[in-house]
């Protein structure tokens, strides 16, 4: 594959965050994807959120699989760690990354099709296994490098561009995240880098499995007006559930709004996670309330984007079944190879 290169000048002034860096330093090779394209839109607010985060780029971790969204990895963090594996296995790579090294911060890109087909038994097991990571899904609804079949999570009112209906149902990928135990689960539009850059940095600030999908309409084989994944159809039926701001836990707090409209999350970090509840009564809080809450907006033919569901008791998988605090790639050989006598002890207790 030929990647076009960046030109390496810039501007000399160009503003930089506290460890030295310009946007231009968290972005990658020029995009090869259609002009247009969601996924694009996705890059970009990726790039913005560890530009405000402040991320050290080499202490992140980005992860794919195949298909037109596992590109995306390549489009941003070029100073980054990372790996484009094969279709469908990118939570599989990330768990054993994970696992090796605790410390780094895991983001991981897949599509409908690497999520919902043939990667949806890795999705699941991530999700319920809580591993510490960003998965985010750029969801159009379509196979777009196979020329436009209908995906697993195209919605059965929705036709393609021939007008030929799909005769199965959608999975629901929020719907499904929030059943398997995901403690952070949001929707979010490309289109809306408002919206999705906040949802960005609370994800990546969350302990646990944080979960976005991102409906990002195929510009080529998605994107008309029977389709429920294009541009008109989200803008005309975007139902916001909340919005949501990120005060870091360094900087200092200064925030305006309404008693009772608002409610704050402290994270692990100290980080605060400020709520802003714009659906009546919808408490993204609330387990039991959430999945019912979705599937009325869904019936109602509506898309409902923002903050789902939040768990504020985070916890992620080294907690759940107590690994080392030292990364694995930390412990030296003597630690991890005891000798015979250890070995056959062990072995000796599972006869």
Do not use: W
Not at 163 to 187: K, Q, S
């Amino acid at each position: 594959m030929t990647h076009i290169a960046k030109p390496k000048f810039h501007h000399p002034n160009l503003p930089k965050n506290s460890v030295g860096l310009t946007r231009r330093d968290y972005e990658g090779v020029v995009s090869t994807l259609c002009a247009g394209c969601g996924h694009d839109s996705v890059t970009a607010a990726i790039v913005e959120a560890c530009f405000e985060l402040e991320l050290p780029a080499h202490r992140v971790a980005k992860l794919s699989g195949i298909g037109c969204s596992s590109k995306t990895t390549n489009y941003f963090l070029n100073r980054g760690h990372g790996i484009n594996s094969v279709h469908g296995r990118m939570p599989s790579v990330a768990t054993g990354a994970n696992l090796a090294n605790r410390d780094l911060i895991y983001l991981g890109i897949s599509g409908d099709g690497d999520t919902a087909s043939i990667g949806l038994g890795g999705f699941c097991h991530a999700v319920r296994r809580r591993l510490n990571m960003v998965y985010i899904c750029e969801n159009n609804g379509t196979y777009g490098l196979t020329k436009g079949q209908f995906s697993a999570t195209n919605d059965k009112i929705s036709k393609n561009r021939r007008g030929i209906d799909t005769p199965f149902d959608a999975i629901d990928l929020c719907a499904m995240a929030i059943e398997l135990g995901a403690g952070f689960v949001a929707r979010a539009f490309s289109g809306d880098k408002t919206q999705l850059v906040p949802l960005i940095k609370a994800a990546i600030h969350y302990r646990g499995f944080a979960f976005i999908d991102v409906i990002s309409p195929c510009v080529t084989f998605n994107n008309h007006p029977d389709s429920t994944k294009s541009y008109e159809y989200v803008r005309e039926h975007n139902q916001m559930m909340g919005k949501l701001d990120l005060v870091v836990s360094k900087a200092e707090i200064t925030v305006d709004y309404d008693a009772g409209s608002s409610h704050d999350v402290t994270l692990h970090d100290g980080t605060d996670m400020r709520l802003h509840k714009l659906g009546e009564g919808y408490d993204p809080t609330d387990r039991t309330s959430a999945l019912p809450a979705l599937e009325a907006i869904k019936s109602a033919g509506e898309v409902a984007t923002g903050l789902l569901y939040l768990d504020p008791s985070e916890a992620d998988l080294h907690e759940l079944i107590n690994t080392s605090a030292t990364p694995l790639n930390d412990v030296p050989d003597t630690d991890l190879c005891p000798g015979v006598d250890a070995l056959e002890s062990i072995n000796a207790a599972h006869r």
